[in-house]
Every structure is written in C-alpha cells, then in structure tokens.
C-alpha cells in the first residue's frame, strides 16, 4: 500500500503528513506495510528541505522531517500510488487536471475523508507560528483516523 500526500510547495503541509503518518505507522507496528511519500503542485522548491517552520513545529511534537527532499508530483503518481490525498481544494482540482485518465490511485481530500468540520489544511507560508501548530493540530487527528483505515485495508 502507498499513500502520497500533495500540497502546493511540499515543504510545508504535504512533508509534515508524511513525517506525521510515518511516526504513526511505526508506533502501530506498520511500517513495512505502508509506504507514505509527499509532493507538490509546484515545482519552487523542488530538491529543498521542509521549510524550517514545519521542522521546528514538528520536531517539538516528536517528528523528524529532516531527511525529506521536496518534489513534484508526475502523471506516473497516479499509476504507482493507492492513495493521494490533497490538503486542499486547489491541490485537488491541480491534481485532476494533470489526471491521465487512468491508474489507480484514490484521489481525494485529505481531510474530507476524517474531519467533519474542516475539508482543507489550510496554507501556512505566510503565515505566523499560530498557522504551523494549526496544520500539525489538523494533521494528527487526521492521522490517527487515517491509520484505522489503512489497517483495514492491507
Ligand atoms: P505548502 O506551503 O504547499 O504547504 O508546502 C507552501 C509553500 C511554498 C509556497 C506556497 C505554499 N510558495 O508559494 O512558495
């Protein structure tokens, strides 16, 4: 089973989800069961770190994001991942456009699927702390329900 995450730059919110996910799967003992990976819409920042905000955020709560490398997402995504799950409602319509039309990942929301008041992790870039901890706050709970579903599913 693989899942890829996809925001705009990948260095935020897309990089966080997969260090976050990550951690979960090894704390449930299902790490080699499950391959999580993140990219973006964009291509700005591919190559660079997740922006320094996002690791410091991260790292206080427990999670290394440290070693991941921003990409792009490719059309070849679609035919090599399960799942792909967009923090947003412009990730998602990107993602479709670029859609060849078949392969088969599940495409949707990452949150549409595990939070019954928000459907987007909203962008953080340019934003202060406050919008850091928010996207780690939305992206935990989101998380947790994300692996009961993946364990019924392998
Ligand atoms: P992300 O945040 O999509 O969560 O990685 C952003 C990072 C960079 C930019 C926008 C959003 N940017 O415009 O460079």
Same mark, same amino acid.
């Given at each position: 089973?693989?899942?890829?995450?996809?925001? /705009?730059?990948?260095?935020?919110?897309?990089?966080?989800?997969?260090?976050?996910?990550?951690?979960?799967?090894?704390?449930?003992? @299902?790490?080699?069961?499950?391959?999580?990976?993140?990219?973006?819409?964009?291509?700005?920042?591919?190559?660079?770190?997740?922006?320094?905000?996002?690791?410091?955020?991260?790292?206080?709560?427990?999670?290394? @994001?440290?070693?991941?490398?921003?990409?792009?997402?490719?059309?070849?995504?679609?035919?090599?991942?399960?799942?792909?799950?967009?923090?947003?409602?412009?990730?998602?319509?990107? /993602?479709?456009? &670029?859609?060849?039309?078949?392969?088969?990942?599940?495409?949707?929301?990452?949150?549409?699927? =595990?939070?019954?008041? #928000?459907?987007? #992790?909203?962008?953080?870039?340019?934003?202060?702390?406050?919008? =850091?901890?928010?996207?780690?706050? /939305?992206?935990?709970?989101?998380?947790? &329900?994300? #692996?009961?579903?993946?364990?019924?599913?392998?």
């Amino acid at each position: 089973m693989e899942v890829l995450f996809v925001c /705009l730059g990948n260095i935020c919110r897309s990089p966080t989800a997969e260090g976050v996910l990550r951690h979960k799967l090894r704390e449930a003992g @299902l790490a080699g069961q499950v391959e999580v990976s993140s990219a973006g819409t964009g291509e700005w920042h591919v190559g660079n770190p997740p922006d320094p905000r996002s690791q410091r955020a991260a790292s206080v709560r427990g999670y290394d @994001l440290s070693a991941q490398r921003a990409q792009q997402v490719s059309r070849a995504d679609f035919a090599r991942y399960d799942l792909i799950l967009a923090m947003d409602h412009s990730n998602l319509r990107n /993602l479709k456009a &670029l859609h060849p039309g078949q392969g088969k990942a599940e495409l949707d929301l990452f949150l549409r699927r =595990f939070d019954a008041e #928000v459907d987007e #992790v909203p962008d953080p870039y340019y934003e202060g702390e406050q919008g =850091f901890e928010r996207v780690l706050d /939305l992206i935990e709970r989101a998380c947790d &329900l994300l #692996v009961i579903e993946l364990k019924g599913r392998l």
